[in-house]
T-cell receptor, first 115, second 118 residues
Framework: AQSVTQLDSHVSVSEGTPVLLRCNYS??????LFWYVQHPNKGLQLLLK??????LVKGINGFEAEFKKSETSFHLTKPSAHMSDAAEYFC?????????????FGRGTSLIVHP | EPEVTQTPSHQVTQMGQEVILRCVPI?????FYWYRQILGQKVEFLVS????????KSEIFDDQFSVERPDGSNFTLKIRSTKLEDSAMYFC????????????????FGPGTRLTVL
């Protein structure tokens, strides 16, 4: 079994300030972890994904996430928010083994960026 | 950059009717997926498709649903006898391979079709 908890439904920041979007997961298998972003009327775009090679994962648009097995977390961060970062963000977990790929999505966090 | 397209962007139907949602995946991709997102709820996996057959499906994907790749470019989701609770945003996705952590393959999502069942 697997699950994802995105701890905040909304996060509000000012432009130029750091962004932190929190994600905790549980998985019976070693997980694959992903962050997706969804802008209004657009499809889901992959920001980054976790590979077992490195716990700190760098993605597009200056985002990065750190896999912490002891905390079962995969929080998404960015040093300085931009207005264009305003969107919905989804944390996703899927099993790395066990023969199944079926992913589980978090409920999403809406990032609001104020000028 | 290549993209996944979906038609229509919005479909309104009467309860009990059949609908077909269409997707054009990226041309060299081999794996295809459907997801849905009921308003205010999580994105949910429905089905994956490879080599002209279903690879995996979730509990949601019951006999009411079917998928097909009728030609070399389209990938369709058919919902028979629609119910009010089928109202949702339906996303199609495609990938070159299975997008696990050790792979460089990535799922590319379409913009979605909003299905409204009245």
């Amino acid at each position: 079994a697997q699950s994802v908890t995105q701890l905040d439904s909304h996060v509000s920041v000012s432009e130029g300030t750091p962004v932190l979007l929190r994600c905790n997961y549980s998985s019976s298998y070693s997980p694959s972890l992903f962050w997706y972003v969804q802008h209004p009327n657009k499809g889901l775009q992959l920001l980054l994904k976790y590979t077992s090679a490195a716990t700190l994962v760098k993605g597009i648009n200056g985002f990065e996430a750190e896999f912490k097995k002891s905390e079962t977390s995969f929080h998404l961060t960015k040093p300085s928010a931009h207005m264009s970062d305003a969107a919905e963000y989804f944390c996703v977990v899927s099993p790395l083994s066990g023969g199944s790929y079926i992913p589980t999505f978090g409920r999403g966090t809406s990032l609001i960026v104020h000028p | 950059e290549p993209e996944v397209t979906q038609t229509p962007s919005h479909q309104v139907t009467q309860m009990g009717q059949e609908v077909i949602l269409r997707c054009v995946p990226i041309s060299n991709h081999l794996y295809f997926y459907w997801y849905r997102q009921i308003l205010g709820q999580k994105v949910e996996f429905l089905v994956s498709f490879y080599n002209n057959e279903i690879s995996e499906k979730s509990e949601i994907f019951d006999d009411q649903f079917s998928v097909e790749r009728p030609d070399g470019s389209n990938f369709t989701l058919k919902i028979r006898s629609t119910k009010l609770e089928d109202s949702a945003m339906y996303f199609c996705a495609s990938s070159a391979g299975v997008p696990l952590a050790g792979s460089t393959d990535t799922q590319y999502f379409g913009p979605g079709t909003r299905l409204t069942v009245l």
